[in-house]
C-alpha cells in the first residue's frame, strides 16, 4: 500500500533543491505578483470593509460547525442517504484508499476520470489505482501536466504553478505521440486547445469519476465543486459512478451559508468574483433527469482532524483551501510547494502537516516561517497560521524535539536575559569583541560561530559601547 | 509632560545605542521625559518564537516590573512593541494578566506614538534626501504602522520613493535567517534588489533586525545603498556611519 509518502524531513535539502532549480524559480517569479495582484483588486472591488466582514461571517460560521461537527455529518450523512446516495466513513487514508478500490471494482471500471481533489492526494488514490490496474485520468489541465510529469501538486488550487510554458510544450510532445510532431505548439491556446481535445476524448472511456468538494451542505446532502475549467462537470455527470471525496470539516450547515464561503473563496484564491464553474451535487441521477450518474458515494475522511478538536490547532479545521495564505507566502514564493514535501504547502500546511503526520515527520514546517503574519492577514477564515505554527514549536520544545544547538544556545541566552546586570556585563564584553573582530571597517565578513549569517551577508559591527553603557555615562 | 520609558530593545543596546539616542531626542523634542529603566533586557521574542513559553513568560514578567509605572512605554522596533502589545497578555498567566493588559495598552512603536498617540505632525530634521522605506512585518500587520513614518519623513524633505513589495518580509525572522540561512538569504537578496531598483540613496526601516540583514547583504552585494532606522532621519542624527559602514 502506498500512502503519500513524505520527504519533510528533508525540508533543508529540499528547499536548497528548490533555489538552485531555474525552471521552478522563473515559475515562481512569474507566479509571485499574479495572485496578490488579483485578490487586492478583488477586495478592493468588493470594499475593504464588507470584505473584512465577510471574512468574520466565515470564521463565526465555521466555529459554530466546528462546535456542532458531529450533528451536522449526522444531517448530512441522512440527506444523502435520503436522495439515493451512500455514504462512506473513512477513519484513516488506508480506509479511504481501500473504500475507493471497492467502488471502482464493482462498477467493473478500467478507467477513473478525477477532477482536482486533494483529499484524493491526501490518501494516494492514484497510485493505490494503479497498483491495482485502475488507470486514474487527471482531468483538470494543472493536475494533467503533473501527471505526465509523474510529480505531485504543489499548490492545493494551482497544482502546475512550479511548471513553466517551455516544459509543458516539450511534456506534449513527449506523450501525445499520435499528433504530428512538427505540429505548432508556439501559442499557450495552441497548448490549451490540444490540451482539451486529448481530455476530452477520455471522459467517455471512464466508468467512475472521482471528485473532490469545497464543501458539503449538512441541510440538503449536496456537495459542491468550483472549478475554472468544467472538467469537474464532465468527470462526475459522465461515468455511471460518482465519488466525492471530502474531509469531515467541509461541512456547512445551509445553502445560505455556502454561498457565504463562496462569496469570499475565489475572490481570496484567484480575485475572480466567482470561479467559471460552480457546480452542486445531489444523489444518483433520478427519473426523468437528462443526466448523471447511476450512483453517488461520498468518501467522508478523518484522518486525524477529529484529534484536532479541542486543541489549539482546532481553528485549522476553519480552512476552505483558498490558497491565500501560500500565495502570499515569502517562503513559499522562494521555494515552492515541493519543498514542503508533503501534501500540503505553505502556511497551511505548516500547521496541518505535523497534525496529520506527525511533528516528528512534520516538524520543520512550522519552523520555517519569518512570523511576517501575511498569511493569517488576507486567510478568509481568518485562522492565525503562525500563533498555530508558535503552538507547534511549543509541543516540539516540550518534547525536546527542538535541536540541541538551539535549546543550548537558548538556555544561555535565556539565562542572562534574566539576570540585568550579568547581561550587561556580558553584552558589552561580547560587543566589545566584535568590535575588535571588524577592526574599524564597520562589519565583519566572517564572525566566528555565525557561519549562517556571514556567508550570504556581512555582520554590522557594534557601534560602539553598548546603548545602556552610554546613557549611564551621560546621565 | 508625560513619564516615557525607553524600552531599548536588544539590538539597538548592542548594535546601534545611535538608534536608541535619535529616540530620545525625538521624545523630548515632544515634550516626554524619558527614562530607561535599568532591569530591561530584551522581550522575550527568541524564547517565544522558539517555543520556549516559560522562558518567555519569565522574562515578560521582568518586563512588565520594570515598566508598568510609566505613563507609555516606547520602542524604536515595532517587532518588540508587538511582542508586548500583543503576546504578553497570552503568554502570562493569573494575576499577570491584567498587568499585561495594561502595559500593552500602553506600549507603542516610537513613529507610530509621535503620530498617533501626540499628534506630532511634524519633526526638526531637514533632510532633502530620496529615500525607500522597508515595512517591517510585526510594525506593519501588528500594530498598523505605515503611514506614520511616511508622514513624518515627508516633514523633514526626504521624498519616499517605494519600491516593490515594500510590505513583503526581508527574510530576517529573528532565528529563521540562521535556522534556514539559504531561504533567508534569497529573501533578502530580493529585497536589497528591490530597494536599489528605485534609485534611492537611503534604505529607511522601523527595525534593527530587518536593518542588519538587509544592510549586510547590501554590502555584500557592493549596492552602495546607505541603510538607517528610520529615527535617525527623523531625529536628524545621520552624523555617525550608516548601518555597516565604517567610520
Ligand atoms: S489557511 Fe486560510 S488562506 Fe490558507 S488555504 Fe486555508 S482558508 Fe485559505
Redesign the pocket.
Given at each position: 500500500m502506498s500512502l503519500h509518502a513524505s520527504t519533510t524531513p528533508q525540508f533543508k535539502q529540499n528547499s536548497r533543491d528548490a533555489l538552485a532549480d531555474e525552471n521552478l524559480q522563473s515559475a515562481l517569479r512569474s507566479a509571485r505578483n499574479g495572485f496578490v495582484g488579483k485578490r487586492a483588486i478583488a477586495r478592493a472591488k468588493m470594499g475593504e470593509d464588507e470584505f473584512d466582514a465577510l471574512r468574520n461571517r466565515g470564521r463565526d460560521l465555521k466555529n459554530h460547525v466546528l462546535a456542532n461537527l458531529g450533528d451536522y455529518l449526522e444531517a448530512y450523512e441522512r440527506e444523502v442517504i435520503a436522495s439515493g446516495g451512500h455514504v462512506h466513513w473513512a477513519e484513516t487514508a488506508a480506509d479511504a484508499q481501500a473504500i475507493v478500490l471497492d467502488i471502482c471494482r464493482k462498477a467493473g471500471a478500467k478507467t477513473v476520470n478525477k477532477g482536482k481533489t486533494m483529499i484524493s492526494e491526501e490518501c494516494g488514490i492514484n497510485d493505490h489505482l494503479s497498483a491495482n490496474g485502475i488507470t486514474p485520468v487527471e482531468t483538470d489541465l494543472g493536475e494533467y501536466i503533473i501527471q505526465l510529469r509523474d510529480e505531485t501538486p504543489s499548490h492545493?488550487i494551482a497544482p502546475a504553478v512550479h511548471v513553466t510554458v517551455p516544459q509543458v510544450r516539450e511534456e506534449f510532445l513527449k506523450a501525445h505521440t499520435h499528433l504530428d510532431p512538427d505540429r505548432d505548439l508556439s501559442g499557450l491556446d495552441t497548448l490549451l486547445k490540444e490540451a482539451r481535445a486529448v481530455l476530452r476524448a477520455k471522459y467517455f472511456e471512464a466508468q467512475v469519476g472521482i471528485t473532490g468538494a469545497n464543501m458539503l451542505i449538512a441541510e440538503t446532502g449536496q456537495s459542491v465543486i468550483v472549478t475554472n475549467e468544467g472538467n469537474g462537470d464532465l468527470s462526475q455527470s459522465l461515468p455511471k459512478v460518482h465519488i466525492v471525496m471530502a474531509s469531515i470539516e467541509k461541512i456547512v450547515p445551509t445553502m445560505e451559508d455556502a454561498a457565504t464561503v463562496l462569496r469570499i473563496l475565489a475572490r481570496?484564491a484567484t480575485g475572480q468574483d466567482m470561479s467559471v464553474y460552480t457546480t452542486f451535487s445531489q444523489g444518483p441521477r433520478r427519473a426523468g433527469d437528462p443526466d448523471g450518474p447511476e450512483e453517488y458515494h461520498v468518501v467522508l475522511l478523518d484522518n486525524g482532524r477529529s484529534n484536532m478538536l479541542g486543541t489549539e490547532f482546532q481553528d485549522m479545521l476553519?480552512?476552505?483551501?483558498?490558497?491565500?495564505?501560500?500565495n502570499h507566502c515569502p517562503v513559499y514564493q522562494t521555494v515552492g510547494g515541493h519543498a514542503y514535501g508533503w501534501v500540503y504547502p505553505?502556511?497551511?500546511g505548516a500547521v496541518l502537516t505535523p497534525s496529520l503526520i506527525g511533528v516528528e515527520e512534520g516538524g520543520h514546517l512550522p519552523n520555517a516561517s519569518t512570523f511576517c503574519g501575511r498569511?493569517e492577514d488576507?486567510?478568509?477564515?481568518r485562522?492565525p497560521?503562525p500563533k498555530m505554527m508558535r503552538h507547534w514549536r511549543e509541543r516540539e520544545f516540550e518534547r525536546n524535539l527542538t535541536p540541541a544547538a538551539t535549546r543550548w544556545g537558548l538556555g544561555i541566552w535565556g539565562w542572562f536575559a534574566k539576570r540585568p546586570a550579568l547581561y550587561r556585563l556580558a553584552t558589552r564584553g561580547g560587543m566589545a569583541g566584535l568590535r575588535l573582530l571588524g577592526r574599524g571597517r564597520g562589519r565583519l565578513g566572517k564572525v566566528p560561530l555565525a557561519g549562517s549569517w556571514t556567508d550570504a551577508r556581512d555582520m554590522p559591527a557594534p557601534q560602539g559601547d553598548t546603548f545602556m553603557a552610554q546613557w549611564r555615562a551621560k546621565r | 509632560m508625560p513619564r516615557v520609558a525607553l524600552f531599548v530593545t536588544c539590538l539597538v543596546d548592542m548594535f546601534r545605542p545611535s538608534v536608541g539616542f535619535a529616540t530620545v531626542k525625538l521624545l523630548e523634542d515632544a515634550g516626554c521625559t524619558v527614562e530607561v529603566p535599568e532591569a530591561q533586557t530584551c522581550c522575550g521574542q527568541p524564547a517565544y518564537n522558539s517555543g520556549d513559553r516559560a522562558t518567555a513568560a519569565q522574562i515578560a514578567q521582568q518586563v512588565i516590573v520594570a515598566f508598568e509605572s510609566y505613563d507609555y512605554v516606547v520602542a524604536p522596533s515595532g517587532s518588540c512593541a508587538g511582542t508586548i502589545v500583543k503576546d504578553y497578555p497570552d503568554l502570562v498567566q493569573g494575576a499577570w494578566v491584567p498587568r499585561a493588559q495594561a502595559l500593552a495598552a500602553k506600549t507603542h512603536e516610537i513613529t507610530s506614538f509621535l503620530v498617533d498617540v501626540l499628534g506630532v505632525e511634524s519633526v526638526t530634521a531637514d533632510m532633502p534626501r530620496l529615500a525607500t522605506y522597508h515595512d517591517s512585518c510585526s510594525g506593519l500587520r501588528t500594530l498598523g504602522v505605515r503611514d506614520q513614518p511616511r508622514k513624518l519623513l515627508a516633514s523633514t524633505g526626504v521624498t519616499v520613493r517605494e519600491m516593490d513589495e515594500a510590505e513583503v518580509c526581508c527574510g530576517f525572522g529573528g532565528t529563521f535567517c540562521v535556522k534556514y540561512p539559504d531561504i533567508s538569504a534569497s529573501m533578502v537578496a530580493d529585497k536589497v534588489r528591490h530597494a536599489t531598483d528605485t534609485g534611492a540613496e537611503l534604505l529607511l526601516a522601523g527595525d534593527l533586525g530587518c536593518l542588519m540583514n538587509m544592510a549586510g547583504k547590501a554590502s555584500r552585494e557592493g549596492r552602495g545603498i546607505e541603510v538607517r532606522h528610520v529615527v535617525e532621519v527623523l531625529a536628524g542624527m545621520t552624523d555617525t556611519p550608516a548601518i555597516g559602514e565604517p567610520k
Open positions: 492545493i481570496s476553519r480552512c476552505i483551501r483558498c490558497g491565500a495564505c501560500m505553505g502556511p497551511m498569511c488576507v486567510c478568509p477564515m485562522i497560521l | -
